[in-house]
C-alpha cells in the first residue's frame, strides 16, 4: 500500500480550517442570498419543487429506458455477480427505494434551492463568475463542466470522509453491505446538503444550459446506478481512468486497509494522480462497522431500523464535534 501523504491525510489533519472553507463560506453565501430573496419567491420555489419532484419520478423510473436499464442490472448481477449469494430483490435493495424517495424529495426541495440562491448571489454581486466561459462553444463548455464537476466531487468526497462530523452523515451511503443499483440514493438528507454546499462554485463558475444539465445529471444518475449494483465487472488497466464496478465497490469495502480509497464519481485520474486510488482481486464485502443494519430482524422492525440510520449520524456528529473542541482546548 502507498504510504505516501496524500490530499486526504492534509484535509484529515485541518478539519477546522477545511470546514471553514467548504462549509462557512457557501453558507454565508446562501444566507445573504436569502435575505436578498422574497418571501413569495421561496414559497413558491417549494411549490415548484414538489411538482417537479412528482414530474420526475414518474418520467425517470417508469420511462421505458428505466426498465430496460433495469432488466440489464439484473441479468449483469446473475452473470457477474460480486457477491453470488446475495438475493436478486434483496432486503437492502427495498430500504435504498425508500432511500431513492427521501433524497430526491431533498433534492428538489431544498438542492434546487441551494443552486437558486447561489446563481441570484453571483447574478448580484459577482456578475463576472457567471459568464466566465458563458462565450465558449457548447461542446468544449460540456468538456470543462464534465472534468470540472468531476473534479469538485472527487475532491468534496474525500472531505466528507475526513472531517469525522461530515463522515457520520456520509456513512449512511457506505453502510450498506448488500449493494445494488439503489443504493446510490442511499443517502442522508444532511449529506446532500453537505455535497451541495462543498461542490457549489464549481456548479456556479461553468454554468452550462438546463437542457445540457439535465441530461448529464440524467447520465451520471444511470452511470452510478450501475457501480453500485451487485456486479464484479472492472476495465483492466482503464480503471486507472474511469471508475468501474469493481473499482467503486473497493470503495465501500468494510475492511480498514481499502476503506478511504477510490473517491472518483466518473473518472480514476483524480485518485490515480493524488495517490488515493487501489485495486484488488480478492472479494471485497462492504459496509460499515456499528451502523443500524436492515438485513437482519423481523420486517416489523424495518421502519423503526430506517429512522435509527436517519438519526445516529446526528448524535455521533454531536460527538464528534464535542471531542474536536475537547482536543483543541487541551491544545
Known amino acids: 500500500m502507498d504510504s505516501r501523504p496524500t490530499w486526504q491525510d492534509w484535509i484529515a489533519a485541518h478539519p477546522v480550517a ?3 472553507a467548504a462549509l462557512a463560506a457557501p453558507a454565508a453565501i446562501l444566507a445573504i442570498s436569502a435575505v436578498e430573496m422574497s418571501p413569495l419567491a421561496l414559497s413558491s420555489h417549494f411549490s415548484t419543487g414538489m411538482k417537479s419532484f412528482l414530474t420526475y419520478m414518474d418520467s425517470f ?3 421505458a429506458s428505466f426498465v430496460v436499464f433495469l432488466a440489464a442490472i439484473l441479468i449483469l448481477e446473475r452473470l457477474r455477480p460480486a457477491d453470488p449469494d446475495q438475493a436478486l430483490l434483496s432486503r437492502g435493495l427495498f430500504f ?6 427521501v433524497s430526491l424529495l431533498v433534492h428538489f ?11 441570484n448571489f453571483f447574478h448580484r454581486h459577482v456578475p463576472p ?3 466566465l466561459i458563458g462565450h465558449w462553444p457548447n461542446w468544449l463548455r460540456v468538456i470543462v463542466v464534465f472534468v470540472a464537476v468531476d473534479f469538485a466531487g472527487w475532491l468534496s468526497h474525500v472531505i466528507r470522509h475526513k472531517v469525522p462530523a461530515l463522515w457520520n452523515f456520509h456513512a449512511l451511503h457506505h453502510s450498506q453491505g448488500a449493494m ?3 443504493t446510490e440514493f442511499r443517502l442522508h ?8 454546499l462543498t461542490m457549489s462554485l464549481v456548479f456556479i463558475v461553468v454554468l452550462v444550459p438546463v437542457e445540457q444539465a439535465f441530461v448529464f445529471i440524467l447520465l451520471q444518475k444511470y452511470y452510478l446506478m450501475f457501480l453500485h449494483a451487485n456486479v464484479d465487472i472492472g476495465y483492466g488497466p482503464l480503471d486507472r481512468v474511469l471508475v468501474s464496478p469493481r473499482v467503486h465497490r473497493l470503495h465501500h469495502a468494510i475492511a480498514p486497509d481499502l476503506h478511504d480509497r477510490n473517491y472518483g464519481v466518473f473518472l480514476s485520474v483524480w485518485d490515480t494522480l493524488f495517490g488515493t486510488f487501489v485495486a484488488t482481486d480478492r472479494a471485497i464485502k462492504t459496509g460499515v462497522e456499528g451502523f443500524p443494519d436492515e438485513r437482519n430482524g423481523p420486517w416489523v422492525r424495518m421502519p423503526l431500523t430506517f429512522l435509527q440510520q436517519i438519526a445516529l449520524p446526528f448524535s455521533q456528529a454531536v460527538q464528534s464535534l464535542r471531542a474536536a473542541f475537547t482536543a483543541q482546548r487541551r491544545i
Do not use: E, I, K
Open 61 to 63: 423510473f417508469m420511462a
Open 18 to 20: 477545511v470546514s471553514l
Open 109 to 119: 426541495l431544498f438542492v434546487s434551492l441551494f443552486v437558486l440562491l447561489f446563481l
Open 129 to 131: 463568475l457567471a459568464s
Open 189 to 196: 438528507p444532511c449529506d446532500l446538503l453537505a455535497r451541495t
Open 96 to 101: 435504498d427505494t425508500g432511500f431513492c424517495v
Open 180 to 182: 445494488n443499483l439503489m
